[in-house]
Structures are given as C-alpha cells and as structure tokens.
C-alpha cells in the first residue's frame, strides 16, 4: 500500500461513517506479523512493540487472545465510547484471534508490570474517555478524592490478575504459572504446541529486554524505546503526585500482592517494598 492510501485509510478511521471499513483495510496491507506483542493494557508494551519494529521486525499489538476477550472488549468499546471507532488494537485482535484459531503457532511476547502501578497508569488514561471524569479539573493537593474515584469508579482492578489465565492460556495453552519464574532474571520462556511466550518484567526492561528478547527471536541489534509514558500526557502532574505521596488502603494493596500474579512475578522482598511504596506503611507494621 502507498503512502498516501496508508495515509488516506489511517484518516478514514477517524469518521464514523468508514471507520469500519478503514480498520480491516489496514490491517490486511499489512504483512502478517512476526511478533504478537500481547499483554494486558498499560504495562509498557508499546516501548515492546516499537522496538521490535525498529529492528525490522513486524508486530501486532493486541490485549486479547481469545475470542470471547476480544468480543467482550468491542462491546465495551461500543457502549461506553464510539463504537463506529474501535481503536487499533482491536482490528489487529481479530487479526491475530483468527490466526490461532486456524492452527498457525505464533511467537508471542507478554509483559508484568506491578498491577497496582498498572491500574493507576491505567486509571489516568481513560478516566476522561471512559468513565468521564477530568482528571485536570482536581487539584494536585485533593489526592484523598483522587484515590476515592480510583478506588470506586475505575472498574478494571482485577484484570490484569485474570488476564495471563482469561486470554493467554484459553488462546494459546501455556500456563505461565506452571513454570518457575526468576524476578532476578527477569524474564523466561514458555511453550507449547500453538505458541512460544517470552515473558518480560516491566521494571527490569532496561537490562533485560535486548538480551532477552534477541535470544527468543534469534536476531541481533534490538534497543529498547520508549513510548506512552503516562508522566508526559496531560495530567501528567497529578500523575507525578499520586505516585508520590501515595495513602492507597492496605486491604487493597495486599488484594493485589497477595496474587498469584504478584506472588509469581515477584519476589517477597520486592513485594514488601511494594506495599510499603502504595500505602506508606512498613510491612512490619502494616500486616
């Protein structure tokens, strides 16, 4: 496809009356992609998926694996935004879905990032669009309010804990769980006969992703860039803030860590530094 079709569809996508049409247009002038780049939202994906690009490599960037996911994920799309512009993701998803239901096996690679950092930057980043709530009108110093909408209006608090089951495994049948996992390392391997999963930590990216991800997909020369840093957007400030001084409730806090994603992904010490960094209460006397 030309630049200017590319240029012409990717524009079509942002009117209602063609988005439908533009979305599966693109996605089929693009070759299949090497690397599916899958994982729950807001754990530093894109920097994943930018930086196998930039080596040469074609990705598809999908939240869901399964069908019944990706179904789930369009009507909340259509209900709560517009559903004539579903985002990228989605058409790659069905792309990707298609493809595994088919047979094909697919080089996969998923990220974990601490879900309670990965709720909060999620948080940020559809409050407006998705539940309706400007972030920017909040002053820096009403995180009390703050941490209330977070806490009661955001309602994806536990995906990120059902997602490795809920579409990982129902696509593709590896059980991440069944293998131990290095925090120190960072990063493994895991197979099975439709996919192989290279799964990577969010946090230790910058000195694990090039060796890791060169020895999964048997090629040199992969820096790791950044993209989508909640930090840079709008409410980039209160964002700063929030981390900052953060009075999360421990019950929610020990929710999360207390997971078999956290107890998995996570040594003991570095979820004690976790919990202490949320609610500001040393282990020692928070438990």
Known sequence: MTGTAANLARRALRHPRSARLAGPFLVRQKPPADVVVAQVGKVGSQAVSASIEAAGLHTAHVHFLSRAGLRRAERVYEAR???ARLPWHIWEGRRTVARLRSGERLDIVTVI????????SSFFQVADLQY????TALEADDLGELTRLFLETFDEHELPLRWLDDELRAATGVDLYESDFDAERGWSVTESDRARVLVLRTDRLADTFTGAVEAFLGRPGIALLQRNVSA?????????????LPRLPEAYVDQMYN???ARHFFADDELADLRRLWTGVPATEGR
């Open 232 to 244: 840079d957007k709008a409410t980039g400030g209160l964002y700063d803030e929030f981390r900052r």
């Open 259 to 261: 997971s078999r994603l």
């Open 113 to 120: 990032r601490d879900p309670v950092a990965r709720n909060v």
């Open 132 to 135: 309706g709530i400007d972030l």
């Open 81 to 83: 935004w517009d559903p």
